[in-house]
């Protein structure tokens, strides 16, 4: 189509630079059905009569229905600032085959047929505004200048402000750690003087009831002697037994009066100890009264930095701010922290950002959502559907629906549990696979389905969710739970170590459940800490901090040695929590007390570890990296992801738990 008219037809159009995206579909001029498949192109002409378009890989078909030109064209523009796409009705004015082979590329010049007055004058608009463009910029740019001076002055002075309040933050946590370590330290060696003096009362004991033999002897000895008077032999005998026995008589009140002085000796000492700890706790509770505002605003900025990097198109929350093969990566567990810390915090709007996404724009496949999405265009990065991800969506929603009493998300959580018990009835034991194309078996998933299904059926009261918690109550029982050790399997046939499956057979089942299916809480976490427990290095900035908390695995298999995690050692401070209320219920207010010291002292530890954001978005706000080494093998199939020093939405949330005793595998 080369024709004069053609020329003519391409007049009306006005040259663009900008390019943006087309879709379109052929329809029958008569009858209005579709003829094609909706394809996309990208704009090369634009103006008030039509467009020009820039059409690749044109099949067959599609080309004879261009060449015919009789088929109405159904159009959808996406111009660049405008929220609301264009619509119109257009006819084939003519084309142009550019490219032949494979891939093709074809131009078709499209006279509109029907589209709305204010439309074309916003297409028109936006053609024109190109030719002002510079004009505009250079007013822009002197503005942009302007503004970017003001608040460069201003975002310096609140950066350096957020920066100097973590600073604080951190040199108050490691004196505040330090103070409640040395009474854990003071509390230990008062248990270990007292058991000494138990087992020296014991000793004593012992030797009493030796010289009590002894005197028997001695007794026997002197009547013997008597009847023996006579018997010089015998005699001369028993004056060695009586010897070898007034010896040992002697020789054992020696010992008695030794371990009396000891004893004295440690009472004296556990007085000086509860002395040192008494002055230890007045430090303490005088250090408390300037940590705990700058505790409290610290936590409040992590929630801010959570806030931030939240993109108000898609409302995904992104997961990791400094890893760079990570950038703008959104995954689906990630997710359902940054929307529980919202809804902690009672943010209802910024909560339902994220679960709007997946009520209405997040695609599914294979029944469910997929592991990660991106947070700008909200397409799928990663295809791999895992039960987990999917559980933990749900829960997030029933705990925003219990908070605000909004139920608009909740058939998409019931959607989650009707696919997860569809996999639960597949296996012949009710256990639930790690997704739809795996054969293993998780332990933490079928925790994080157990108290899903219980938050379900107290928010609708179905009988079905409460017979599937039932269901997989009896598989962890089958299969979680080492009595060897108190060690809980990581999955089924697994005895591999795993702490957070430590941490969600508490928060998920309950200490009391537990212990009534034959498992103690307590010897439960005694195996973690005994195992699971680190103090590393960690590189912050240009100095060493020492940082205790828990590895992802038993440090001693793993190869890397051992790596604090934010996010594992925060979960490990909710069981203290829970273990703090569980105790003080039964009135154990001993036990109770050391369960809430060593939650205290974990998340000072935690809190050493709190880094000032660097990125722009970031102000300067704290935030926590997810664990103190990058790009290690967690023992556990996957790698920590590059950010020591950036932050990380999980670490950073359940560090917003820790601080807030919130458990989010039960509905409260």
Known sequence: MGDKSETIERRKYIRLNVIFPVEFQFVDPETSGSVSEIRQGFTRDVGKGGICIEVNNVEESLEQIIKEGKAKVDVRLHIPLSVPETKAVAKIAWYEKIQSGYPNKYLIGLSFLQIDPKDSRRIYFHAQRKILTPAIIAVFFFFLVLGSAYFYATGFRANSENKKLVEDLNKLSTKKSELEKNILDLNNKQEEIGCKIVTNEDEIEGYRAKIKDLEKVTGDAKTKDKLIVYLKED?????????????????????????????????????????????????????????????????????????????????????????????????????????????????????????????????????????????????????????????????????????????????????????????QKQDRDFGIRGGPRLEWFSIEHNLDAYAFFGMLYKITEDDTYLEAQNRTLNWLKKNSFSRVGYNLNRGKGDATIATNTFAWAIAAIGPKLLKESGMDPEQILDFAETNCRVKVEYIKKAEKVKVAGFDFDKYEHVAMGGIVSSEWTSQMILLFRIMTDYYKENREFNKAGDYDKKANFYLSEIEKMVISSPSIVGQGYGCLPYATQDDVDTGHGWKVSNGTKTGSTAGTAYAIFAKYSYNPLTLD
């Open 235 to 423: 005699k001369e005998k028993m004056k060695t037994i009586m010897k070898h026995v007034l010896y040992q008589r002697a020789r054992f009140n020696g010992e008695i009066k030794n371990l009396d002085k000891e004893n004295i000796y440690l009472r004296n000492r556990i007085s000086r100890l509860l002395s040192q700890r008494t002055l230890t706790e007045g430090s303490l509770k005088d250090l408390m009264s300037f940590f705990n505002p700058i505790e409290e605003k610290n936590i409040s900025n992590m929630y801010k930095w959570i806030k931030n990097h939240q993109n108000m198109r898609t409302g995904l929350v992104m997961s990791s701010e400094g890893d760079k093969n990570l950038v703008g990566w959104a995954f689906t567990y990630d997710q359902s922290l940054a929307c529980q810390s919202f809804t902690l915090m009672i943010d209802g709007e910024n909560a339902k950002g994220i679960l709007n996404f997946y009520k209405d724009v997040a695609e599914t496949s294979e029944g469910a959502f997929a592991n990660a999405y991106d947070i700008y265009t909200g397409k799928i990065v990663e295809y791999n559907v895992l039960s987990g991800p999917n559980i933990w969506l749900g829960i997030a929603i029933a705990q925003y629906t219990k908070k605000f009493k909004d139920e608009e998300y909740l058939l998409v959580a019931e959607d989650i549990a009707r696919w997860l018990i569809m996999m």
